[in-house]
T-cell receptor
Framework: DSGVTQTPKHLITATGQRVTLRCSPR?????VYWYQQSLDQGLQFLIQ???????AKGNILERFSAQQFPDLHSELNLSSLELGDSALYFC?????????????FGSGTRLTVV | GDSVTQMEGPVTLSEEAFLTINCTYT??????LFWYVQYPGEGLQLLLK?????DKGSNKGFEATYRKETTSFHLEKGSVQVSDSAVYFC????????????FGKGTLLTVNP
């Protein structure tokens, strides 16, 4: 157990729908990062939050949004889902705002859009 | 921008064979370098890291040396085990308060008994 908890582990939904993925960071970690892993794109950075505030955005679609709550858990919202959104979505956390020392990953949420 | 190139897989070895997975990078400044491992059905785990030139990261028999002159961070293990079968990712962070890790595409390693 890495200490980073992601729910649900698996999600199957239809095109056009909206889903919410949840991440609880490791105790004491202030930063949360979201990544998308697909066979063709590899690991793509989506967005980072630090202590409740958005710090950086990567290749995140406008249909996707995220937030970090006062208790530091984070949610990634995916809307108007398309078949191509099917992927593994990972959350990671770190103590500091930067990644000079790496960070800890959760076990991921596998999203299947049908 | 930052990028990481690692050798294409899959790599198939017999138990106790020597492993090398090549990784080269392009980055601004002085990045920190990492190897992550992903076992089937799991998230990524930090395997080892190096934060400055000539540093050697090591863990569980794996080693990698930060070579600034060749912009490389090759992963090696002297004697692989079946339990080492996984996907290995090389990654970099450009340091300071940089917000993300940039990953290579991953190399699938299969070790046969």
């Amino acid at each position: 157990d890495s200490g980073v908890t992601q729910t649900p582990k698996h999600l199957i939904t239809a095109t056009g729908q909206r889903v919410t993925l949840r991440c609880s960071p490791r105790s004491g970690d202030l930063s949360v990062y979201w990544y998308q892993q697909s066979l063709d794109q590899g690991l793509q950075f989506l967005i980072q939050y630090y202590n409740g505030e958005e710090r950086a955005k990567g290749n995140i679609l406008e249909r996707f949004s995220a937030q970090q709550f006062p208790d530091l858990h984070s949610e990634l919202n995916l809307s108007s889902l398309e078949l191509g959104d099917s992927a593994l979505y990972f959350c990671a956390s770190s103590q500091q705002g930067g990644t000079a020392y790496g960070y800890t990953f959760g076990s991921g949420t596998r999203l299947t859009v049908v | 921008g930052d990028s990481v190139t690692q050798m294409e897989g899959p790599v198939t070895l017999s138990e106790e064979a020597f492993l090398t997975i090549n990784c080269t990078y392009t980055a601004t400044g002085y990045p920190s370098l990492f190897w992550y491992v992903q076992y089937p059905g799991e998230g990524l785990q930090l395997l080892l890291k190096a934060t400055k030139a000539d540093d050697k990261g090591s863990n569980k028999g794996f080693e990698a040396t930060y070579r600034k002159e060749t912009t490389s961070f090759h992963l090696e293990k002297g004697s692989v085990q079946v339990s080492d079968s996984a996907v290995y990712f090389c990654a970099l962070s450009s340091g300071g308060s940089n917000y993300k890790l940039t990953f290579g595409k991953g190399t699938l390693l299969t070790v046969n008994p």
